[in-house]
C-alpha cells in the first residue's frame, strides 16, 4: 500500500511542478514593463514654468484657473498643508496641490489603467481548467475504485458472500481491495463453520441425552429422589440449551431467502399473543395494536415476539403489555412487563450486554435461559433493516424491548 501512496504522492507534486511552472512562463509572457509614479512624486519633480488649464488642456500638469477659496474648508487645510487631493469625475481623476512657486497646480485628467487584454484572460482560464482536469484524472480513478469498494461493503454487510472487487492491479488501492476480498472469504468460512457445528452440536448430543433420561428412569427407584430429580432437572436443561441452539440455526438458515411482505399486522399479533397466553395463568398480557398492514416476515417476526414475551415471563409480577403503532413510516413493536426493571448499568451497555449472543442481565442469574433470546430478537431485526432497544417501561415500571423498523417492502 506503501508503494501506491508514494506513486499517487509522486504524480501530484509533478503536476504542481507543472502548474507553477506554467503559470510563472504564462506571467513573464504577459508581463509588460510599468512604471508607477504618485501624484507627488510628478508635483514636487516639476520645476519650470507651468502652463494655465485654459491655455493647453493636453497638458497633465499645469497652473489651475480655480481659487482654493472655492474649495471646502477641510480641503483648503489640506491643500495649505502641502498635501495632494484628489478628485474623481466619471473616469478620470485630477490631483491638486498647493505650490509656494506656482500657486495652485492641477494635474490630470487621469484615466484608469488598461483592463488585461481579454485574450490573455481565456488563455489563463484555459490554464487552469487543463489543470483541474489533470488532477480529475490523477484522483478520478481512485475515487471510482473506493465507490466500487464500498458498495461491495454494503452488499457484504446485508448479505455475506464471498466478494471478488475486480479492482486493477494498476490502482492505487488495489492492495486494500485485495486485503478485503480475503477477509470476506475468511469472514465466510467462519461462518459456514458456526453453522456447521451448531447444526451438529445440537443434533448429535440428542442421542446421548435420550439414552440418559432412559437410563436415568431405570435407576430411578435405586437411587435417592433427590440426586434422580438433579439429574433430570440437568438433562432438561441441557435440551432447552439445545432447542435455542436449533432455533437459532433454523432463523440463520432463513436469513438466505428473507422477504418482507405487506400483510395486516392485528390478527396475526392476537395470535401469537394468544398462542403464549395459553401457558400461563399466573400473568396477563394486554395488547394494543393498530389495524393496519405493514411490511414484515410473520414467520421471523413472532419467533422475535415469543422471545420477548418468555423473556417478560421471567421476570413480570402480573402483567405484559405488548404494543404496536406506526410512527413516520417506522414499524414499532414494543414488549414491557411490571418486573423490576433494567438496572442502569445494563442499559449504558445494552449492546454488549443484552443483545449479544450468551450475554445476560446483571440482576438476572437467578433466572433461566442462556443469552440467545434476545440476540436472536436482534438479528430478526436487523433483517428487517431495523434495531430493537432496551428500556425500562414508565407506565408497568419493568422491562420494556422495542423492535424498530421501516415500513417498507
Known amino acids: 500500500m506503501k508503494n501506491q501512496f508514494y506513486?499517487?504522492?509522486?504524480?501530484?507534486?509533478?503536476?504542481?511542478?507543472?502548474?507553477?511552472?506554467?503559470?510563472?512562463?504564462?506571467?513573464?509572457?504577459?508581463?509588460?514593463?510599468?512604471?508607477?509614479?504618485?501624484?507627488?512624486e510628478i508635483f514636487s519633480s516639476y520645476q519650470g514654468e507651468l502652463p494655465v488649464a485654459e491655455q493647453n488642456s493636453q497638458q497633465l500638469l499645469k497652473s489651475s484657473t480655480v481659487p482654493v477659496e472655492v474649495f471646502p474648508t477641510d480641503i483648503q487645510q489640506k491643500l495649505r498643508l502641502g498635501?495632494?487631493?484628489?478628485?474623481?469625475?466619471?473616469?478620470?481623476?485630477?490631483?491638486?496641490?498647493?505650490?509656494?512657486?506656482?500657486g495652485l497646480l492641477e494635474l490630470g485628467p487621469i484615466t484608469e489603467m488598461p483592463a488585461v487584454h481579454s485574450e490573455q484572460v481565456w488563455i489563463i482560464i484555459l490554464f487552469y481548467l487543463v489543470l483541474g482536469i489533470l488532477f480529475v484524472a490523477l484522483l478520478k480513478p481512485v475515487f471510482v475504485d473506493l465507490e466500487k469498494l464500498q458498495k461491495h461493503a454494503r452488499e457484504f454487510s446485508h448479505k455475506p458472500q464471498i466478494i471478488d472487487s475486480k479492482i486493477s492491479h494498476q490502482s492505487s488501492i488495489y492492495p486494500l481491495a485485495q486485503t478485503f476480498n480475503k477477509m470476506s472469504?475468511?469472514?465466510?468460512?467462519?461462518?459456514?463453520?458456526?453453522?456447521d457445528l451448531s447444526r451438529t452440536i445440537a443434533h448429535e448430543v440428542r442421542t446421548p441425552l435420550s439414552r440418559m433420561k432412559f437410563v436415568c428412569e431405570a435407576i430411578e427407584k435405586n437411587i435417592d429422589k433427590k440426586h434422580s430429580k438433579q439429574l433430570i432437572s440437568d438433562?432438561?436443561?441441557i435440551e432447552n440449551l439445545l432447542e435455542d441452539y436449533l432455533q437459532f440455526a433454523r432463523i440463520e438458515s432463513q436469513e438466505q431467502i428473507f422477504i418482507k411482505s405487506r400483510q395486516p399486522v392485528k390478527d396475526w399479533l392476537l395470535q401469537v399473543i394468544e398462542k403464549n397466553q395459553q401457558h400461563q395463568d399466573r400473568i396477563k398480557i394486554d395488547s394494543d395494536c393498530v389495524n393496519k398492514t405493514v411490511y414484515y416476515q410473520p414467520k421471523l417476526l413472532e419467533t422475535a415476539l415469543q422471545?420477548?414475551?418468555?423473556?417478560?415471563?421471567?421476570?413480570a409480577q402480573s402483567r405484559i403489555q405488548v404494543s404496536f403503532e406506526i410512527k413516520s413510516n417506522h414499524c414499532i413493536l414494543s414488549v414491557s412487563d411490571d418486573g423490576e426493571g433494567i438496572g442502569s448499568e445494563d442499559l449504558a451497555t445494552a449492546d454488549d450486554s443484552l443483545f449479544k449472543i450468551f450475554k445476560r442481565r446483571k440482576s438476572a442469574e437467578k433466572y433461566k435461559g442462556f443469552g440467545l433470546g434476545l440476540y436472536i430478537v436482534r438479528n430478526i431485526a436487523?433483517?428487517?433493516?431495523?434495531?430493537?432497544?432496551?428500556?425500562?417501561?414508565?407506565?408497568?415500571?419493568?422491562?420494556?424491548?422495542?423492535?424498530i423498523w421501516p415500513n417498507v417492502a
Do not use: M, P
Open 185 to 195: 472469504r475468511q469472514i465466510i468460512d467462519f461462518i459456514e463453520l458456526h453453522k
Open 83 to 102: 498635501e495632494v487631493v484628489a478628485f474623481q469625475s466619471a473616469d478620470k481623476t485630477y490631483y491638486y496641490r498647493l505650490s509656494q512657486h506656482h
Open 307 to 315: 422471545n420477548l414475551l418468555v423473556n417478560a415471563f421471567q421476570f
Open 382 to 403: 436487523i433483517w428487517h433493516g431495523g434495531e430493537v432497544k432496551a428500556s425500562n417501561c414508565k407506565i408497568l415500571g419493568g422491562a420494556k424491548f422495542t423492535l
Open 7 to 40: 506513486k499517487l504522492y509522486l504524480l501530484l507534486i509533478l503536476a504542481a511542478i507543472l502548474s507553477i511552472y506554467s503559470f510563472n512562463y504564462l506571467y513573464s509572457t504577459f508581463e509588460s514593463e510599468q512604471y508607477y509614479l504618485t501624484a507627488s
Open 235 to 237: 438433562i432438561a436443561e
